[in-house]
């Protein structure tokens, strides 16, 4: 219990910079079928990496741009 509360510490600022960096349009990556995607900077996938399986696969969640990046 108390390493997830430690984890949802760092989760927290990631987010908010995902909230933010969505606030300032950033994230927008277009259209797609009528619908509007704002995916385009994404910092984390939370709920994946807490339920991956992997260590591959939770590195990839963490920081997602980065891991695609590189």
């Known amino acids: 219990m108390a390493m997830t509360g430690q984890r949802f510490m760092y989760y927290t600022p990631w ?14 990556n277009g259209k797609k079928e009528g619908s509007s995607l704002w995916d385009r900077i994404i910092s984390i996938y939370v709920i994946e990496l807490e339920t991956s399986a992997t260590p591959v696969k939770s590195m990839g969640y963490w920081n997602h741009m980065i891991s695609s990046w590189l």
């Open 15 to 28: 987010a908010l910079t995902d909230s933010a960096v969505i606030a300032c349009g950033l994230g927008y």
